[in-house]
């Protein structure tokens, strides 16, 4: 049992814990054609902006930033949101859904892809050949 949420946190980053810490992200992130910028709260793709809310934001900016990994539910959870992953999903995948949706609606734009039973990736799109 925890007291408070600062205890339950304290308790999640103890030393040993596998849960590697989030790292910061800089100012401007590019993946591509896609421009993320933190200070300026701007997406661009093509140089056409992007309306996302501040948490969708948030979690492109992590799933772009350097280098591109998959990112664990627990470290994307941690970084996006500000505190410990209990498990509970749910909200990280609406989130993703949402996002999803709007980047499908760029024209070559990024995807988020699912590392099942791990976490999510961003890709590029693979153009057609031909």
Request: proline share 5%.
């Amino acid at each position: 049992m925890c007291a408070d949420i600062g205890e339950l946190r304290a308790m999640l980053a103890a030393p040993g814990s596998s849960v590697r810490p989030v790292r910061e992200i800089s100012e401007t992130v590019r993946f591509g054609d896609l421009v993320v910028d933190s200070v300026q709260h701007q997406v661009t793709w093509r140089g056409r902006a992007l309306e996302l809310t501040r948490l969708e934001h948030r979690l492109l900016a992590q799933l772009a930033s350097p280098p591109v990994e998959v990112w664990p539910y627990e470290r994307l959870f941690a970084a996006v949101w500000d505190s410990a992953y209990l498990g509970d999903s749910s909200i990280l995948h609406s989130a993703v859904k949402r996002l999803r949706h709007k980047l499908r609606a760029l024209d070559g734009g990024p995807i988020v892809e699912t590392v099942r039973g791990i976490g999510y990736r961003l890709k590029s799109a693979v153009s057609p050949l031909g």
